[in-house]
């Protein structure tokens, strides 16, 4: 499996269902509360360590999302993406990137667009039925519970740098 990762250079994620459990909190405030889980996004991080850009292509709107994504150094925060496939080619044209050297996780139908043009279609666990049949992956974990970080290790792995990237911590 690790195989299919290894041409990746850019990862690209949806936000609710991926990055999160897929709530939504809204209090009475008007505040809109999220819940990251911290392991994927350290495994972002470590990603950007060798090299692989990160990006996320996004329907909603979020001031919490534009916070997570500056707190996670990723670059390329695309929020309110009605045409995520539109934004999907305009990201790509400027990263002056291939889809063969894209990975996208979604879990809705609306993930798919983008899924069916990429080099690495992935579903996270509890994704839609109709997203799991186009993916050339399905996480373990469910969306917000680790299936981003899941996804980062078999990146880092399959492009032969888990002992370099894991060498700070094992001094």
Known sequence: MEGLFSKVDLLIMDVDGVLTDGRIVLDGEGNEWKFF???????????HR??????????RSSKVVARRAEELSIKHVCQGALDKLKVYHDLKERLSMQDDRICYIGDDVVDIPIMTRVGVAVAVADAHPEVKRIAHYITEAPGGKGAVREVADL????KGMWSKVMGRYLR
């Open 50 to 59: 060798i090299g692989v850009e990160t990006a996320i292509i996004t329907g």
């Open 155 to 158: 990146i880092i792995k399959a």
């Open 37 to 47: 889980n911290v392991r994927d996004g350290h495994g972002i991080v470590m990603l």
